[in-house]
């Protein structure tokens, strides 16, 4: 049994639908700096700073599509 604990697991929700959102953006959002990885995958600086944005607008109540614009336009 593995003892280790996701980094999105520790991550504080109001709701489960948040949480979904999170990892759904974070599994479909690309790393800009990685070839084809996701950044839910990767460790690169660029890829950590967007999982915690989308963290953030999750939590500030942003929908899928805000979520999108707002990381399309950065």
């Not at 049994?1 to 999170?22: G, I, K, P």
């Not at 959002?29 to 890829?47: E, T």
């Not at 944005?53 to 707002?70: A, F, H, M, P, S």
């Amino acid at each position: 049994v593995s003892t280790a604990v996701s980094a999105q697991d520790m991550l504080q929700f109001d709701h489960d639908s948040q949480r979904e959102l999170y990892s759904e953006l974070a599994a479909e959002l690309r790393c800009p700096q990685c070839q084809n990885q996701n950044i839910a995958d990767s460790n690169a600086i660029v890829a950590v700073d967007m999982r915690q944005k989308t963290y953030q607008l999750v939590r500030d109540g942003k929908n899928r599509e805000e979520i999108l614009d707002y990381m399309i336009n950065r």
